[in-house]
């Protein structure tokens, strides 16, 4: 028997969390894009010792083990940032990680407020999808620098709060019965972890496309975008042929058949295809490179509109996902 | 995964373009076996399964856009009352039946057979492949993407047990060693692809052998597995009447629970209805408790709780004094927060004149000014108001008619008809004008809707798509890796080469792992320090993966 107690401090706790979050990443992309702005040395493509140095800049201070071999090599050749601007860039990691903790904690409180998992509507849905990008890029950030991505990926998080506090909040409270399944757990834990993953690998293929290898520019190389889309999507692929299976899976437990062209189903489909025929067209020859960026990115559209967009203009068997009128 | 262009790089690692085979040129002249071979060559190479994954995509917008006939029938008939003349258009593209479209099944046969095409030469291949040996060692190793040297006694056999023993398949020559591992990635990626096809075939053979069927039924009453008793039912192309599990149940309760107070106050939180169960007809009974995510199996063949609604129950007295109806009367709900549902009642054996009844069912009811409004789903204070009507209800006429609608149009309204009147309690009974008869409120009963399922696919389509899975899984990380190890008195070089596009970070670490356990074996043990600094000055000879002295050491 599902609860209908709602433990309202709790809910109303959560709800602040969510806002604090929002400001949170707001100032980490402030941050985030000042040291984008003033502190990394510019990069074109052609002298190999200056794009030396931008992997030096970028892993000084947390994420890539840099040797210190490297940092004999580079300096002399170009002038050093400014220090204020490095420290900003370590201000704004420090800024996303509070955010994500208190992202996280909107999370939970919302969850045991409720006493379920706490993705069983749209708007704790996109928040679960912003905490899983920031998650994503946050991991990466650990092992590979692309703090670069930062500003982006906060302001996307940021925005997409945003959007869910202002035009998705509902109030707290149990879900349908059909949405009362440990698939939920499953299921949706899976789609929101590949739509993290999927936010990162969109936001370099974007940044891919914008990105001008003839000019000196912040950004790093087009080969290193377009390694990082490619590997989020080899991350993020078999998870989502997982997610759907599971939203199968738990469609012949609910529903009385595993697939049933549902238009939440049809666009899971379109999108899996849509990558699929991203990571074919990678391997194609002719296709590699920009036209396998745009692939993707067409994928990440079909992907945002299936997550959010068929639940408000089409009438399925997901709408109960309860997106306020 | 990737088609064509790995098949090239699964004969010549150095080539990476892959381009060759598929710039055929259109025969001319060539006569229909020409013909037919630039065919197969055009379908099966990977620019034309691109476009086809395209179409397939592409193909299935529609079938989110328009309602579907197989997924909301009841839509489809909206949409042609609504706008005939665009309906009739859409229908001629097969708009409301995408995924049965001829066109749709163009596309994915194509597809599909595009895929065996390209498969299943590479299944051959790939078998041949896994019982060759590694090619001998290039003369100058140097010049690979990863490579290392460092001085020791290291013997051919030594390199070799070492490589062994990380599951590298390896050969000798007389100063050389040369190891290859990694086939996963190939047989990870044919087997997935190969899952697909056998999901295609279950999915097939589910539609074919399979059944759906759907039946209302109201509390107290039964249903047995047979045709005849479902209210719609849709058997594939190869279901006989006969092959239906012959199971039965009574429906002994339903119970809907909803939230009683809040801003979500209304809403359901559970429905559960207790069945009795007989698995066959000479088994005895068991109970069974039906709720969403649980259904009812028997033998493969599942009931699944699919809807309710309130059946009141009437009794139905005629002019001359007889019993013309007796019982349950399903509603349907037109709004699901307050369950205010509406329903018919057709009474044609009250004599004199045939009666007919417009009810309106409301749950919950308070006083509203002069009306009476539902304001909860639950049945905390259920009233009926009555409509009642009296004449030929052209039941004789054959017209099949649908049991939720009364064509009042033929019908004398009795008394004067109010838009709310007066709503009936429990036990309450309602005196018909003109003599006509009584109608009396008995009771309020639950009905429920069902479906009933049979997809003999289900199991083989979720083992396809669980190996799909793992093929993909292994095809996307798995790396195609080859080590070859030279020995010139006492200097050693080590080269490696990966051959997956894109694996070059992470392989730079295995093999500096490799390096490590190469130069452990060696008694002179470890000698100076040989790995990341000289690759970087040495990256300009490799024409495999064109890494960059700058992501290289972000890489690291």
Known sequence: MPPAQVNEGLATLSDQLILVTVLLYLAAMIAYALELAFGRARTAVAPAKSRRLVAVGAGADSSAPAEPADEDAGPATTVPPAGWAIKSGAVAVAVSWLGWATNLGGILTRGIAVDRWPWGNMYEFVVALCFASVTVFLILLTRQPIRFLGAFVTVAAALGLGFAVLFLHVQAGPVMPALNSYWIAIHVTAAVIAGGLFLVSGVSAALYLVRNDGRLSVLPSKEQLDRIAHRAIVIAFPIWTFAVIAGALWADRAWGRYWGWDPKEVWSFITWIAYAAYLHARATAGWRGKAAMIVSLVAFGCLLFNLVGVNIFFSGLHSYADVPK | MTKKNETTEATEPSDATGATEERETRPV?????????????????????????FLFALGSVPGSIYPQRSVDPGRVARYFQNSPTEAEWLDRFWMFDVFTSPWFAAIYLLLFLSLAGCVFPRVVVHFKELRKKPPAAPRNLRRLPQNAAFDGDLTVEEAAARLRRDRFRVVTGPDWVAAEKGYLRETGNLLFHVSLLALLFAV??????????????????????????????????????????????????????YIASGEKRGQPLDYSATLSVQDTPTSGPRDVELKVNEPLDVNGTLTYLIGHGYAPTFKVVDGKGNTAFEGPVPCLAG???????????KVPDAQPDQLGFLVRFLPSTVPNGKAWVSVFPGAANPTVQIFPFSGDLGLKSGQPQSVYQLDTKSLKPLGK?????????????????????????????????????????????????????????????????????????RQVTVGGLTRTEGGGASFAEEFAEIVTKLRG??????????????????????????????TRSSEE
Request: with cysteine; charged share 20%; proline share 7%.
């Open chain 2, 204 to 257: 097939g053979a589910g539609a074919l052998f399979g059944y759906r069927g759907n039946v209302l039924v109201v509390e107290g009453e039964g249903f047995s597995n047979t045709v005849a008793a479902y209210d719609r039912f849709i058997p594939g192309q190869q279901v006989s009447a006969e092959s239906l599990e012959p199971f039965s149940f009574t429906v002994q309760d339903f119970q809907a629970t």
């Open chain 2, 417 to 489: 008809m109010s838009a709310q009147p007066t709503p009936l309690n429990v036990g309450d009974t309602k005196e018909l004008a003109d003599g006509a008869g009584t109608i009396q409120f008995t009771g309020v009963k639950e009905w429920i809707s069902l479906q009933m399922a049979y997809d003999p696919g289900r199991l083989p389509a979720l083992i396809a798509a669980a190996l799909a899975v793992i093929g993909l899984v292994l095809s996307l990380t798995v790396q195609r890796r080859r080590v070859w190890v030279r020995m010139k008195g």
């Open chain 2, 29 to 53: 002249g060539l006569g229909v076996v020409g013909w037919l071979r630039w065919g197969w060559r055009t379908l099966t190479s990977m620019r034309t399964a691109l476009i086809l994954l």
């Open chain 2, 521 to 550: 074996a060696t008694p002179s043990g470890p000698s100076e320090h040989p790995q990341p600094e000289d690759r970087s000055e040495d990256v300009s000879a490799p024409d495999r993966e064109p890494v960059s002295p700058s």
């Open chain 2, 335 to 345: 709004d699901q927060m307050t369950y205010t549902s509406e329903c018919v009642i």
